[in-house]
C-alpha cells in the first residue's frame, strides 16, 4: 500500500479504536478541507451512527452552506443545521479577540443539546472537529479552548496541512485542494463590531468579487473590514496584478465601505495589522 493509503487506514483505525464504546458521532462541519475529511473519516469508521453538525448564522455564508451541503452529499454523511446565535453576544461582537471561543462555545453546545434531544446519555455520545496541527501552533485560535472545555475530539491534530489536503485527495474528496474557508467575522479588523450587517456586507462584497473576476475554488482572496471602514481586497500574490479594481470599486463602495484597495493574501493578516 501507498504511505497516503496506510495513512488514512491507520487514520481510520485511530478514530475506532478511541471511540470507547459510543453509540453516535457527532462531527463540527463547515465543509471546509479539515472537517470535511473528519467527516468523512468518522462516517467511513462508523457509517450507521455518525452525523455532520453545521452552524448557522450570520457568520456562515450562503456559498459556504450550499458547498457543505454538496459535500456532505457526496460523502454520504447525515447533515443537521443548528442555529447559533454568537452575533448576538456582546463579547462576539465586540471582536476584540474571544470572538472565537464564544463562536465554538456556541457550536458545541449545541452539539451537545442534540445528544439531549435524542435521550443520549453524553457518555455514550463522542463530539469531533477538524482541528489541525498547524493550527495547534496558531496563538489567535482560542477556540481551541471551547473545544477542551467540551471534550472535543481532533483526529487530525498530528497532522500537517499539506498531508490533510494528501489523504483528502486520496479519499475522493473534491475540495481536497480548495483555498481555507474561515467565517466571514475572520474578514473583520480586531475592533471592527461583527454585527450581522457588517457580515453581510463582507458576504456581499465577497460574491461581487468572486463574480467579477470568475476566482476558481482554490484562489485565496478575501474581502477584508478595517478598521478605517475600508474595503482590502486580498488575493494570491501571483494574481494580484490581474486584479483591476476599477471593475468592482463601485459596486464595493456602494456597499457601504469608505475606500477599497488591494493587496498579496496573507492568512490571518488582520489579526496583525493595525488599521
Not at 450507521?48 to 450562503?62: H, K, Q
Not at 457543505?68 to 461582537?93: C, K, Q
Not at 482572496?221 to 501571483?238: N, Y
Request: proline letters at 4%; a negative charge.
Amino acid at each position: 500500500m501507498t504511505t497516503v493509503t496506510t495513512k488514512y487506514n491507520t487514520l481510520i483505525t485511530d478514530i475506532v479504536r478511541k471511540a470507547d464504546n459510543a453509540d453516535r458521532h457527532l462531527v463540527a462541519y463547515s465543509g471546509g478541507v479539515d472537517s470535511a475529511l473528519v467527516a468523512k473519516a468518522v462516517y467511513d469508521a462508523f457509517p450507521s451512527t455518525s452525523e455532520a453538525v453545521m452552524a448557522l448564522s450570520p457568520s456562515v455564508s450562503e456559498i459556504m452552506r450550499s458547498s457543505a451541503i454538496a459535500l456532505a452529499e457526496h460523502i454520504g454523511i447525515p447533515l443537521r443545521f443548528v442555529e447559533t446565535r454568537e452575533h448576538l453576544d456582546p463579547v462576539y461582537v465586540a471582536n476584540e479577540g474571544m470572538s472565537c471561543y464564544v463562536c465554538k462555545h456556541g457550536i458545541y453546545t449545541a452539539m451537545e443539546a442534540i445528544i439531549a434531544d435524542v435521550a443520549h446519555n453524553a457518555d455514550t455520545v463522542l463530539l469531533y472537529n477538524g482541528t489541525n496541527a498547524d493550527d495547534l501552533t496558531d496563538p489567535t485560535r482560542v477556540g481551541l479552548q471551547a473545544a477542551r472545555e467540551h471534550f472535543v475530539r481532533s483526529p487530525l491534530a498530528h497532522l500537517r496541512k499539506e498531508e490533510v489536503r494528501a489523504l483528502s485527495r486520496h479519499a475522493g474528496l473534491p475540495n481536497w485542494n480548495d483555498a481555507a474557508s474561515p467565517c466571514l467575522r475572520s474578514r473583520l479588523s480586531p475592533g471592527v463590531e461583527a454585527t450581522a450587517i457588517h457580515l453581510q456586507r463582507i458576504e456581499t462584497a465577497e460574491d461581487i468579487v468572486r463574480t467579477t473576476y470568475v476566482l476558481s475554488p482554490d484562489v485565496n482572496f478575501r474581502v477584508r473590514h478595517l478598521g478605517d471602514d475600508s474595503a482590502m481586497l486580498e488575493i494570491d500574490a501571483a494574481l494580484l496584478d490581474d486584479i483591476d479594481l476599477a471593475r468592482c470599486r463601485e459596486a464595493l463602495l456602494a456597499l457601504g465601505f469608505g475606500a477599497v484597495e488591494k493587496r498579496a493574501f496573507r492568512s490571518g493578516s488582520v489579526s496583525i495589522d493595525t488599521p
